[in-house]
């Protein structure tokens, strides 16, 4: 099983930044997947979660209306958009894959740092 991040960087206050997690080892279309952060200093929150087929989404209140989680399960891949990016959004972007009770998977987590 693997859950691999890219996209992460460096980006200014204002900019846009796309997160993906490549998925394999296992039916990712059965899997509810979410993206959490995790700042230094700070516990590891959610920032965004989508069900298995993409019908349902969730938000944390602190990235409602910038950041959008997407899913294409031909490709195996979830997607974070973040628009409008803060400084308080620098943080280890984690990919996080679970099917009921049963199965949890985690990226490595990839970087994002806003900053001027």
């Known amino acids: 099983v693997q859950l691999v991040e890219s996209g992460g960087g460096l980006v200014q206050p204002g900019g846009s930044l796309r997160l993906s997690c490549a998925a394999s080892?296992?039916?990712?279309?059965?899997?509810?997947m979410s993206w959490y952060r995790q700042a230094p200093g700070k516990e590891r929150e959610l920032v965004a979660g989508?069900?298995?087929?993409?019908?349902?989404?969730n938000y944390a209140d602190s990235v409602k209306g910038r950041f959008t989680i997407s899913r294409d399960n031909a490709k195996n891949t979830v997607y974070l958009q973040m628009n409008s990016l803060k400084a308080e959004d620098t943080a280890v972007y984690y990919c996080r894959a679970r099917y009921l009770t049963w199965d949890d998977y985690w990226g490595q987590g990839t970087q994002v740092t806003v900053s001027s």
């Open positions: 080892g296992f039916t990712f279309s059965r899997y509810t």
């Open positions: 989508i069900s298995s087929t993409g019908g349902s989404t």
